[in-house]
């Protein structure tokens, strides 16, 4: 853990599971929730760290095992999960929310396209924007055009425009204004990109 006031680090309590790959999200009521990614084996497992007392406790366990998922914090205090690979490197299309006030997962609408290494933003509207990312399409595997809005209204997706450069292992941040900046990533050759591009 890292102390501003004071620049330095210390040492907290371990996880349950060792594990890489994985999202890590602060909840409503303070505390971290880390899930999936893989360790010894590929996880569906997933871990509460309490800051109040520096220890970590299982909660409920996702329905799939995935890595290179994206987990976003929504306004009703859920969190949302989308895509990823699973323990056969098969890529997902299937999202699942957290719930955290029963400690349960339950299945939502799925996304149109199987997509990893993407990114997930909270507009807003509250809806979450999924964009680009390795996955299938259509036209095959590579990377992805696509991009997704989740409304946590109705639990469905919608597509709207595709970003301009198919990438993954790119960023997506929300400015002050509501307009997405996504930046950089990688393209189908695995060429790093300097292009940044505003929804």
């Known amino acids: 853990m890292y102390d501003p006031s004071t620049d330095t680090w210390i040492t907290t309590g371990n996880m349950n599971n ?3 790959w994985h ?17 010894n084996s590929f996880l569906n497992s997933v871990e509460l760290y309490d ?6 406790t299982t909660t409920g366990r996702m329905t799939n095992t995935r890595y290179y998922h994206t987990a976003s914090l929504l306004s009703n205090g859920k969190v949302l999960v989308t895509g990823g690979m699973d323990n056969a490197n098969a890529y997902l ?18 996304m149109k396209n199987a997509r990893a290494y993407h990114t997930a933003s909270v507009l807003s509207n ?9 996955g299938s399409s259509g ?20 597509t ?4 301009t450069n198919a990438r993954y292992y790119h960023t ?9 900046i996504i930046t950089g990533g990688s393209n189908s050759n695995a060429n790093a990109l300097n292009s940044a591009e505003l929804y």
């Open 18 to 20: 060792g594990r890489y």
């Open 23 to 39: 999202t890590a999200s602060v909840l409503l009521n303070g505390k971290v929730l880390v899930t999936g990614g893989r360790g």
């Open 51 to 56: 800051p109040s007392t520096g220890t970590w």
């Open 93 to 110: 299309n299937s999202a699942e929310l957290y719930d955290p006030s029963t400690g349960t997962w339950i299945a939502t609408g799925n």
């Open 126 to 134: 509250g809806k979450v924007l999924v964009t680009g990312g390795g």
């Open 139 to 158: 036209s095959g595997t590579g990377s992805l055009y696509s991009a997704e809005l989740y409304d946590p209204s109705t639990g469905t997706w919608t």
């Open 160 to 163: 709207t425009g595709n970003i």
């Open 172 to 180: 997506s941040s929300v400015l002050s204004n509501g307009k997405v």
